[in-house]
């Protein structure tokens, strides 16, 4: 598995978020995203990234981003595995990467986008110290 920064507008990137979204949609009744509409330059540089990982064919199986929440924090926005590829430790390691980003990105914080239905991400949230 290899893991890296990818454009939030590349096709296999917005096949993961909406993916995401679909499962939210699912938990929530039919709502999915709250707040403003993401975009690409969102997950730029010096602002934020979106990390995704890729299996051993490629094949992207989960992500997460940070975006600028305010002048000393970032948001984690979009942190998803899809279901074949859980089990296995990817959100982890997404969120591990997230947050040497964010140190590097300047950032003295991150505030979490969660919802209190999805158990295995305050799971690994708080595991993490959050």
Partial sequence: MRSGPEPFDA?????????????????????????????????????GVFLV???????????????????ERAELKRMYVTSPAR??????RVLVELEATA??????GIVLETGDLQPEALGLYRSAGY
């Fill in 11 to 47: 096709p296999d990137v917005q096949a993961l978020a909406q993916a995401q979204q679909e499962e939210m949609r699912g938990l929530y009744g039919g709502e999915a995203d709250i707040g403003p509409v993401r975009e690409a330059l969102m997950f730029v540089p010096p602002d």
């Fill in 53 to 71: 990982v890729r299996d051993d064919d490629g094949v992207a199986v989960a992500c997460g981003g940070l975006a600028r929440f305010d002048a």
């Fill in 87 to 92: 089990g296995r430790g990817l959100g982890r």
């Fill in 103 to 108: 140190r590097d990105l300047g950032y003295r």
